[in-house]
């Protein structure tokens, strides 16, 4: 899957026109081919920032960056021309291209069926070259822990960046927000600390289902 991913900040007088459009521009991209649908409804989601109460994170599948590219010349270009988003909101992040490398779902749960995912945690990391390998590696193990230890998180996700290299973004995607890591993770981290895959700790966010 392509995922594209961008950030706005949205002013609390605007909050429920930006909701609108948004669902405005959610039919649009339903009929565009290629939009994929990670809930069942056409919908990658909108997620609120608890970090940042007026950060709102937009997320749209694609099953290809040629799918992308023709929605952005034909009905999606058209519908931006003809319904701009409210004025008042700001692009905190401009949108970018991940690539999917690994998924993992519980019970073998198809990602798409996500309409029950409140939370999401997105975790950031800029991987040294010499541990990309290995990184990769410690994500899909660390993910079937996750599955064993944490009841609440149904599917996990590690993104590529499409064109910057080193560039990850590792997503769980949860039915609530869980409490206190499992005794097992913890344990697991401490033998796998970040510092063996990147010279930066990773950004770490978490995120709840507005729409």
């Given at each position: 899957?392509?995922?594209?991913?961008q950030?706005?900040?949205v002013?609390?007088?605007v909050?429920?026109a930006y909701?609108?459009?948004?669902?405005q521009r959610?039919?649009?991209?339903?009929?565009?081919p290629?939009?994929?649908?990670?809930?069942?409804q056409?919908?990658?989601?909108?997620?609120?920032s608890?970090?940042?109460?007026l950060h709102?994170?937009?997320?749209d599948?694609?099953?290809?960056?040629?799918?992308?590219?023709?929605?952005?010349?034909g009905?999606?270009?058209?519908?931006?021309?003809?319904t701009?988003?409210?004025a008042?909101?700001?692009?905190?992040l401009p949108a970018e291209?991940w690539?999917?490398?690994?998924t993992?779902t519980r019970?073998g749960?198809?990602l798409?069926?996500?309409s029950?995912?409140?939370?999401?945690r997105?975790?950031?990391?800029t991987?040294?070259?010499?541990a990309?390998?290995?990184?990769?590696s410690s994500?899909?193990?660390f993910?079937?822990?996750?599955q064993q230890h944490s009841?609440?998180v149904?599917?996990?996700v590690?993104?590529?960046?499409?064109?910057?290299?080193?560039r990850y973004r590792?997503?769980?995607?949860s039915?609530?927000?869980?409490g206190?890591?499992?005794a097992q993770l913890?344990?697991?981290m401490l033998?796998?600390?970040?510092s063996?895959?990147?010279?930066t700790?990773?950004?770490?966010?978490?995120?709840i289902r507005t729409?």
């Amino acid at each position: 899957m392509h995922l594209i991913r961008q950030i706005h900040a949205v002013p609390v007088a605007v909050l429920s026109a930006y909701e609108a459009w948004w669902k405005q521009r959610l039919a649009v991209l339903q009929s565009c081919p290629g939009f994929f649908s990670i809930d069942g409804q056409g919908n990658a989601g909108l997620w609120n920032s608890l970090a940042y109460p007026l950060h709102f994170l937009v997320l749209d599948g694609w099953e290809s960056r040629a799918a992308v590219n023709a929605a952005a010349r034909g009905a999606f270009a058209d519908f931006v021309r003809r319904t701009p988003r409210p004025a008042e909101v700001t692009v905190v992040l401009p949108a970018e291209a991940w690539e999917t490398l690994n998924t993992v779902t519980r019970d073998g749960t198809s990602l798409r069926a996500g309409s029950s995912d409140t939370h999401l945690r997105q975790i950031e990391w800029t991987v040294r070259p010499s541990a990309v390998a290995a990184f990769e590696s410690s994500r899909a193990e660390f993910f079937a822990l996750l599955q064993q230890h944490s009841p609440e998180v149904r599917a996990s996700v590690i993104y590529r960046s499409a064109g910057i290299a080193g560039r990850y973004r590792v997503v769980h995607r949860s039915t609530a927000a869980g409490g206190e890591v499992p005794a097992q993770l913890r344990a697991w981290m401490l033998t796998h600390p970040a510092s063996d895959y990147a010279d930066t700790p990773p950004a770490n966010e978490l995120f709840i289902r507005t729409l």
